[in-house]
């Protein structure tokens, strides 16, 4: 076996179109590539022009899955160039819808995408047959995700209640009373999900990711918090692109982000959990202990993990936000527009998103930058495939494929999300 | 006893957000009937397993932006009984359809620093202006319990119900207060589909248009009674310009306004 090449041509089980194709030569990991085909839509060019009010609608367009995530980061940077601040019930409330997004689009990764691997099953609905009761527990967990959404944004995927300042309407203590008693079911559920997941078989694979996450004094970061990294990197989000740098490489399918002077590093639930820790509720950081996690995590196949006790951490701060909620005197603060520069990084579920707008004086959008996650990963994503699967060579090729899947999965990858300023294969491998 | 035959259903994707076939997974309380009324054939946001057509159902999001994609529709229309587009992407070509107002070289080297690598079409459209579909579900995202009523009526031999009437009729049938008489907020929920259940009154805001134009829609008054609330020729140019701005009747609308 001198040369040989895994190809998956239609990677399932992750949000959007992409392949990956490892090559191996003598023993040994060549070259591993995901390639992304998901045609690209534009979003940093449709958006000059627009008014910035319009910014958090359309950029939630970006992605189904994650859409308060742009819609936060699209609503900071703005507010950041025009010099307002949204504090109190406001920020408790995009904290608490925040919240609803990663118990969702967590637990759809986790039960729906993830999961199957560890099991042996081709999916969830496969997976229901021999586990109808764990696959219940799931989609009921999500469903308490979607709730938050739902009633704070008007609908789960493209709310339209938020807005730059803060929101059309704000709920009234009363109507978020229902909410709290099916989170008290959901934190209990997530509770018994960090068990069950806890409970699978992990490949023994670690490596030294250099992680980037937002660090906040107080709070495991959502929405606000400095860049920080686990080398020891420590700016705002209006320094992000003095440090961080996206370079178009040979032969490769993506423009590639790295630390300047740096390599390839990792966002998302690993990198957070590993540099917010000691931020988790006492409930989170018990149930992460008693599941084996130490205060890092540098094994990726153990993301499910994380993952899992992130959403038991959101369902906990949820019950706090709800309980400490004050109806706020107006649904927003008021805003007027002017010319400048705004900057906005937040936590998506797959990691920091980061926004910059140039507006002009009334407020229209000169200029959008959007670095999402997956973009951020993919580095990583590639040499995980290069490190880890040299051990699996002795498998069969469907196994070994399917290891392969497992290993890009383990990131949770968004491609749709990508997409806009991922580089397009022009060579679709079908 | 030998099994009844199951429908097969296929869900395909283009360019788009998921958002649209999400809301399938986003069906908490039905997913797994549904799962057991039709075989789940080709769906791959949700399993590796895929089952070769042809298939009884075919639902279809997202726009057609590049040549491939113009020649896959082909093929997933020969090998689709019905076939069923979901979501304003597919309907209309959803927000990355700007670009039919645009120059798309100009686009590429905003975002991309080698557009020489990029294929992609000048314009994204709709899948109905490449082949035949048997039944169009509008919204930005759809609405699940739409979809549900979609999927029933294909198992029962019938036609979707799925009022073609105006925003402005839901809201009166959930009695909100009018935005727009009340409290002078431009909302477009008169030229505008019905389908969301009037989200957006319900939360003290105007209606943005997500569910595209309503069958027959007066959007000439409707500009002018927006333009009484204070918007400008740019203002009304971008309300008609969203998720479906290359739907006709926002298409047209949008061009009286500038270019």
């Not at chain 1, 860049?227 to 423009?255: C, H, K, M, W």
């Not at chain 2, 009324?37 to 932006?65: C, M, N, Q, W």
């Not at chain 2, 500009?223 to 918007?231: K, N, P, Q, V």
Request: proline share 6%.
């Amino acid at each position: 076996m001198a040369h040989k090449t895994i190809k998956v041509d239609y990677l399932t089980r992750v949000e959007g179109e992409g392949a990956l194709k490892v090559v191996v030569r003598d023993g040994a990991v060549e070259s591993a590539e995901l390639k992304i085909f998901e045609p690209p839509r534009f979003f940093e060019a449709l958006l000059r022009g627009r008014a910035y009010s319009e910014a958090p609608d359309i950029t939630a367009r970006i992605c189904g899955i994650c859409p308060v995530a742009y819609q936060m980061s699209a609503v900071h940077a703005i507010e950041n160039a025009l010099g307002v601040s949204v504090t109190g019930p406001l920020r408790d409330l995009r904290r608490l819808i925040y919240c609803g997004e990663w118990i969702e689009s967590h637990t759809l990764h986790i039960y729906m995408l993830h999961a199957p691997d560890f099991l042996g099953y081709e999916g969830a609905i496969e997976m229901a047959r021999d586990h109808p009761d764990i696959v219940r527990r799931g989609l009921a967990l999500k469903k308490a995700g979607n709730a938050i959404m739902s009633l704070l944004g008007g609908r789960e995927i493209h709310p339209i209640n938020v807005r730059v300042g803060g929101f059309y309407r704000a709920p009234q203590r009363r109507e978020l009373q229902p909410l709290a008693d099916q989170l008290a079911w959901a934190r209990d559920a997530a509770l018994e999900t960090v068990r069950w997941v806890a409970s699978f078989d992990f490949p023994d694979r670690e490596r030294g990711y250099e992680f980037v996450a937002l660090c906040h004094d107080r709070e495991y970061p959502f929405n606000e918090g400095r860049i920080v990294s686990s080398n020891g990197l420590n700016i705002g989000p209006a320094q992000y692109d003095d440090y961080f740098e996206e370079t178009q490489i040979d032969r490769s399918t993506a423009l590639h982000a790295h630390i300047r002077g740096g390599g390839p590093y990792l966002v998302g639930p690993l990198a957070r959990y590993s540099l917010n820790f000691d931020r988790l509720s006492p409930l989170a950081q018990a149930a992460a202990r008693d599941a084996g996690l130490g205060t890092t995590c540098l094994n990726p196949y153990r993301s499910i993990v994380v993952r899992a006790v992130e959403v038991l951490y959101a369902c906990d701060e949820a019950l706090r936000l709800i309980d400490a909620y004050e109806e706020p005197e107006q649904p927003a603060v008021a805003v007027q527009p002017r010319a400048g520069i705004g900057y906005g990084a937040t936590e998506a579920p797959r990691g920091l998103l980061y926004h910059r707008y140039r507006l002009e004086a009334d407020g229209t959008i000169a200029e959008a930058r959007i670095v999402p996650p997956t973009s951020q990963n993919q580095p990583s994503i590639e040499e995980d495939l290069r490190r880890f699967i040299g051990g699996w060579l002795d498998l069969p090729d469907e196994a070994l494929r399917h290891r392969c899947e497992q290993t890009v999965r383990n990131h949770d990858p968004c491609i749709s999300c990508a997409t806009h300023f991922l580089r397009l294969e022009v060579d679709r491998a079908r | 006893m030998p099994k009844p035959h199951r429908p097969k259903l296929a869900v395909w994707k283009f360019a788009s957000c998921d958002g649209c076939q999400l809301s399938l997974l986003d069906c908490e309380d039905e997913l797994l009937a549904v799962a057991g009324a039709v075989e789940i054939a080709h769906f791959p946001e949700a399993t590796r397993a895929t089952v070769k057509g042809p298939y009884d159902l075919s639902l279809v999001e997202g726009s057609i932006t590049t040549r491939h994609d113009a020649e896959r529709i082909q093929h997933i229309r020969r090998s689709s009984r019905f076939l069923v587009t979901i979501g304003a992407c597919a309907t209309a070509g959803g927000i990355q359809a700007l670009r039919n107002f645009a120059d798309v070289q100009e686009y590429l080297s905003v975002v991309y620093a080698r557009p020489e690598y990029i294929q992609t079409l000048a314009t994204s459209t709709a899948i109905v202006d490449h082949v035949a579909v048997d039944f169009e579900l509008r919204g930005c995202p759809i609405d699940k319990r739409q979809l549900l009523e979609v999927i029933s009526a294909f198992l029962a031999g019938r036609r979707p119900v799925t009022p073609p009437h105006s925003v402005c009729v839901e809201c009166k049938l959930a009695g909100n207060v009018c935005v727009m008489v009340a409290h002078g907020t431009p909302c477009l929920g008169p030229a505008t589909h019905a389908g969301c259940g009037a989200l957006c009154p319900a939360y003290h805001r105007g209606c943005y248009g997500c569910f595209g134009p309503m069958e027959t829609p007066n959007a000439s008054s409707l500009t002018h009674w927006l333009r009484r609330l204070g918007m400008d020729d740019r203002a009304l140019q971008r309300v008609y310009r969203t998720f479906n701005a290359n739907a006709q009747v926002f298409r047209e609308e949008s061009e009286r306004h500038g270019p």
